[in-house]
T-cell receptor, first 111, second 110 residues
Framework: DAGVIQSPRHEVTEMGQEVTLRCKPI?????LFWYRQTMMRGLELLIYFNNNVPIDDSGMPEDRFSAKMPNASFSTLKIQPSEPRDSAVYFC?????????FGPGTRLTVT | RKEVEQDPGPFNVPEGATVAFNCTYSNSASQSFFWYRQDCRKEPKLLMS?????NEDGRFTAQLNRASQYISLLIRDSKLSDSATYLCVVIPTGGYQLIWGAGTKLIIKP
């Protein structure tokens, strides 16, 4: 079975550019989570969805970040405009009964 | 006080040794507990769930102590491939958001 799929795996962009990260959860999972991980702050929950509806976005750092889940098999995390401090690994995870399964992550570098 | 606390390590352990980690949590109403493993530059992967009665999976044993509000992970006969960061995760009762510890780094040396 395919796990959580994320794209791109690596993204290098210049400050001020828009960045879109994509995630396909495991089929049948009804929860989807977006995380950010840095050495300094560890793993941070940004937002999560249940049945495509955003439940808690209190972890989204600021208005430059937005996330959507138009259907059960696809979600996006968008940063506009991007800043160097957004450089991190962004993980998407999906869940059905509590345990979360992570995608391989997108390593974002903003120069 | 952090909701979930772990000793960050690193724990430097010779191959074949037994190593144990503890993780404390502050919310006494927490309902579910997990250990995840994260290799360098990889995603976290579920290692095992932690049940009230304790559970074992090969060389790995997880225990829950609700009275003292901690969970533990024991690794026996450690292998070089066990080198990783081990993350403790707690789900509060009535919630769905996982509360993550900062992780304990384990280095197994030959």
């Amino acid at each position: 079975d395919a796990g959580v799929i994320q794209s791109p795996r690596h993204e290098v962009t210049e400050m001020g550019q828009e960045v879109t990260l994509r995630c396909k959860p495991i089929s049948g999972h009804d929860y989807l989570f977006w995380y950010r991980q840095t050495m300094m702050r560890g793993l941070e929950l940004l937002i999560y969805f249940n049945n495509n509806v955003p439940i808690d976005d209190s972890g989204m750092p600021e208005d430059r970040f937005s996330a959507k889940m138009p259907n059960a098999s696809f979600s996006t995390l968008k940063i506009q405009p991007s800043e160097p401090r957004d450089s991190a690994v962004y993980f998407c995870a999906s869940s059905l009964w509590g345990e979360q399964y992570f995608g391989p992550g997108t390593r974002l570098t903003v120069t | 006080r952090k909701e979930v606390e772990q000793d960050p390590g690193p724990f430097n352990v010779p191959e074949g040794a037994t190593v144990a980690f503890n993780c404390t949590y502050s919310n006494s109403a927490s309902q579910s507990f997990f250990w995840y493993r994260q290799d360098c530059r990889k995603e976290p992967k579920l290692l095992m769930s932690v049940y009230s009665s304790g559970n074992e999976d090969g060389r790995f044993t997880a225990q829950l102590n609700r009275a003292s509000q901690y969970i533990s992970l024991l690794i026996r006969d450690s292998k070089l491939s066990d080198s990783a960061t081990y993350l403790c995760v707690v789900i509060p009762t009535g919630g769905y958001q996982l509360i993550w510890g900062a992780g304990t780094k384990l280095i197994i040396k030959p």
